[in-house]
């Protein structure tokens, strides 16, 4: 095995602690050819795609039906909403202003850490990340999934990638891995902000949907806390902004394949609203850290185009926290409280490993 070392390690050179923060990823442009490389190197990953068959019979299916069809579809999804001539991919003009957003956060509470963004899938890659964070001399680290709600095939993927890529490091650093937030009160208070805001512009709903991303029914039965997770999420909010349980709903959203995924489904439950006299209806996703496809086109696009059509008369998307002031402090804050034993330990250096080894090889030798 190779043990990666770009540049001679400086023994002299103290030590720093590293946060990774790490989203889904998004393709490198709207395009079919862009698409393909993204969509091979996700729905690839185990984590994602669980098959009930052998995987080869998935890698057949993949290779020679999925990436042949889907990236024409997806590309031109994509292209709605990148914008070519400012930040193109949203998912990342916002992701690179949440990285600024929490190294600014640190610079004004003076605390030493070094941050890097990273992407599960596509540019900048969690090696990549990880490299900088080495070539800074980080001998502590912490990876920040930027998903409340833990599930397998995301949260879980992003550790198997970090330890893959650490795997090939001579000197392993000291780490740490937040799991999940679900149930942080700042997040929930943050969420809520967002939700009065959009009400202070916008007008109370009939009904607020929580839409979170779908996954399997599987996943679940086999001990996956997502979908618990997610429901707690919505409890906590409807709770904080005083609703009551028939003004909210808990859906599911970004179903793919013919198996059962979890319900209720939200483009079904969007169909059906009108017709029980709900005819106001607000999408929140508490499950996304920053806009992207699956909100910004799958809900904020075609879901309305659902509702409106079943009937319903007005509907609103209500944005991701993104890069707010709330969501970079309440991110701030969750890192430091699980760096706070690293903070409170004395700076960490190997100047004294280096004057010893000087020292060594400036002994003379004896005959």
Avoid at 3 to 11: E, K
Avoid at 272 to 277: H, Q
Wanted: charged fraction near 20%; charge should be negative.
């Amino acid at each position: 095995m190779k043990y990666l070392n770009t540049t001679a390690y400086q023994h002299g050179d103290s030590l720093k602690i590293g946060v990774l923060m790490v989203n889904l990823g998004t393709p490198d442009a709207p395009t079919k050819k862009a698409l393909k490389v993204y969509l091979k190197e996700f729905l690839s990953d185990p984590r994602v795609v669980e098959p009930t068959f052998p995987r080869w019979i998935w890698w057949c299916i993949l290779n020679g039906v999925i990436l042949n069809i889907r990236p024409k579809r997806s590309a031109k999804a994509y292209a709605s909403i990148w914008d070519e001539v400012g930040e193109g991919s949203p998912l990342m003009a916002i992701s690179l202003r949440q990285h600024q957003g929490l190294v600014d956060y640190f610079v004004t509470q003076n605390i030493e850490v070094e941050v890097e963004l990273a992407m599960r899938y596509g540019n900048p890659s969690i090696a990549s990340g990880l490299e900088a964070l080495k070539q800074k001399n980080v001998d502590r680290l912490l990876v920040l999934p930027l998903y409340p709600q833990y599930s397998a095939s995301t949260t879980a993927s992003i550790f198997d990638e970090v330890t893959a890529q650490l795997r090939q490091w001579r000197l392993i650093p000291e780490t740490r891995f937040i799991n999940h937030y679900h149930d942080h009160p700042e997040y929930i208070a943050a969420l809520a902000h967002s939700v009065t805001q959009h009400w202070a512009d916008h007008g109370q709903p009939d009904q607020l949907l929580m839409s979170f991303h779908g996954v399997p029914k599987r996943y679940l039965i086999n001990g996956d806390p997502y979908h618990c997770e997610c429901h707690k999420t919505g409890r906590l909010l409807a709770e904080h902004l005083g609703l009551s349980k028939n003004q909210y709903r808990v859906t599911f959203q970004s179903i793919f394949g013919r198996e059962e995924w979890l319900k209720p489904y939200t483009m079904d439950t969007l169909k059906a609203l009108p017709g029980k006299g709900h005819r106001h209806v607000q999408v929140i996703c508490p499950g996304f850290a920053a806009d992207c496809l699956e909100t910004l086109e799958e809900i904020a696009v075609e879901n309305r185009g659902y509702f409106m059509d079943a009937g319903g008369e007005t509907f609103s998307y209500i944005p991701a926290l993104n890069d707010d002031t709330a969501h970079l402090s309440m991110l701030g804050g969750l890192i430091t409280r699980h760096l706070q034993t690293w903070l409170d330990e004395k700076p960490k250096g190997t100047a004294q490993t280096q004057s010893l080894y000087d020292d060594m090889s400036a002994a003379p030798t004896q005959n």
